[in-house]
């Protein structure tokens, strides 16, 4: 279980750092989906069941997708992945500070 619970808090910092540096908004959408998942799991690991499916269902049932509608709205069609790079070195500092 203490291995499940670093597993969620490393995705969720992944997660994170997902969100912070990819300029792209398509996959900072993906970041915040993968931080809103870990941090259920987090409070599923806590016991608290009912308040992490309402959290998860209120996360993804309106707030995802209100940014994913106006992401379509005003985003740019031709979209880069030039964050992938500062995402490698966001976990390379982030494990380096774990170890």
Not at 8 to 23: M, Q
């Amino acid at each position: 279980m203490t291995y499940f619970v670093l597993f969620l808090g490393l995705c969720f910092v992944l997660g994170v750092l997902a969100v912070a540096s990819n300029p792209s908004p398509y996959s900072e959408e993906v970041g915040l989906v993968l931080a809103s998942v870990a941090g259920c799991g987090w409070l599923l690991s806590l016991g608290v069941s009912f308040m992490s499916l309402v959290l998860f269902m209120v996360y993804l049932g309106g707030m995802s997708m209100d940014y994913v509608y106006t992401l379509s709205l005003v985003a740019d069609p031709f979209q880069t992945l030039g964050g992938i790079c500062c995402y490698g070195v966001g976990v390379v500092l982030v494990l380096g500070e774990v170890y």
